[in-house]
């Protein structure tokens, strides 16, 4: 298996997406993190992270479309 | 560009079944690949692409590199008998590719036929059906062959059966088909398809997703959803002054002159 987390979100019906993004976030270890994959530039998922896990999230867009966005989603090490 | 970009290995990759468009050639397979950014590419024996059959087709090495051209990867080639095993190994082989052994009477058939593959110097890979106990899973585990597994999302709820499986068959797990993704994805709500990309995700699964229909009802969804069938639209574009004439006595309605 590999080191790279892929969730591609791409499958997942549309009221399930953020419940099992935010599920595997909640399962990482401080400074592990996994690459989310989608259709569209995730934004509103941006600013729920803000707004539910302020300072503990990294964000790093490593593609912006026009077809496929990959956002590396990390938690942050504790301190 | 389909993720043509990405390593052949070390990351999950979602593509397309041709059955979802069993009609297309290889060119429109891979056009469609490249528009809904899928970069993988599972063929089908006996469909329309045009890669394998008995007496004409492309073959595996040219259907490999037209595919990478594209930006997409032709990760299988799947067979349902004994015929198409015989038929798919020479072309698997070429491509690089395995031949997924699904199909006939029973499981054991299908590793026996997996073998009678890898006696072809191809890959074979044994197909999983849907829940998979753990004695099917045991069957396929002790051999030397990989596993697929087709979960089909429409028979149930799949999270259980995704933590069982994947938890039994580790790396040996490198192709999953899920019937009812695509455009059947927003009806499988509560079939535990997020659960399942999520164990994949956090299991560092690296192998490929490939999205089929679930059945042949929803055709005319996939049309649309793979781009290859527009609506209507208001036909402006090309428009026949001809074919619609007022010139004649026009009638009143109610017959009153």
């Keep these: 298996m590999s080191t790279e987390r892929i969730l591609d ?9 953020h419940p099992a993004i935010f599920q595997t976030f909640g399962a990482l270890a401080a400074g592990e993190s996994f690459v989310l994959v989608n259709d569209h530039d995730p934004k ?5 992270f803000d707004y539910e896990h302020t300072g503990q999230f990294g964000w790093e867009y490593l593609e912006e479309g026009p077809t496929v966005w990959r956002v590396e989603i990390s938690r942050k090490g504790a301190g | 560009m389909a993720g043509g970009d990405l390593p052949e290995g070390g990351r999950m990759k979602l593509g397309l079944s041709s059955a979802a468009a069993p009609d297309a050639g290889l060119d429109e397979l891979l056009a469609i690949c490249a528009r809904r950014g899928l970069a993988v590419l599972d063929l089908r024996v006996g469909d329309a692409h045009g890669v ?3 007496m004409y087709g492309l073959g595996g090495a040219a259907a490999a590199e037209r595919a990478r ?4 990867r032709v990760s299988a080639f799947r067979s349902s008998g004994e015929g198409q095993d015989l038929r798919a190994a020479p072309v698997a082989a070429a491509a690089g590719a395995p031949v997924l052994v699904g199909g006939g009477p029973s499981l054991t058939a299908r590793v026996r036929r997996g073998h009678t593959v890898t006696a072809r110097d191809a890959r074979a890979v044994v197909v999983l059906d849907g829940e998979a106990s753990t004695v099917d899973l045991e069957l396929v585990l002790a051999t030397d062959l990989e596993l697929a597994w087709d979960v089909d999302v429409a028979a149930g709820s799949v999270g259980g059966a995704a933590e069982r499986i994947l938890g039994a068959a580790g790396g040996r797990l490198r192709h999953i088909r899920i019937l009812g993704g695509g455009p059947e994805a927003a009806m499988q709500e509560g079939h535990g398809v997020g659960e399942l990309m999520s164990r994949l995700a ?3 699964y690296d192998g ?7 059945s042949s009802r929803y055709r005319v969804a996939w049309q ?3 781009g290859r069938r527009g609506g209507w639209g208001c036909g402006s574009k090309s428009a026949d002054p001809s074919l619609v004439s007022l010139e004649g006595p026009l009638l009143g309605v109610g017959g009153g002159a």
């Design chain 2, 224 to 226: 649309h959803w793979l």
């Design chain 1, 9 to 17: 979100v791409r499958v997942i019906p549309p009221r399930e997406k």
């Design chain 2, 69 to 72: 051209a594209a930006g997409v």
């Design chain 2, 52 to 54: 394998e059959g008995p």
């Design chain 1, 44 to 48: 509103p998922l941006r600013y729920q």
């Design chain 2, 202 to 204: 956090l299991a560092g």
């Design chain 2, 208 to 214: 490929t997703v490939i999205l089929a229909p679930s």
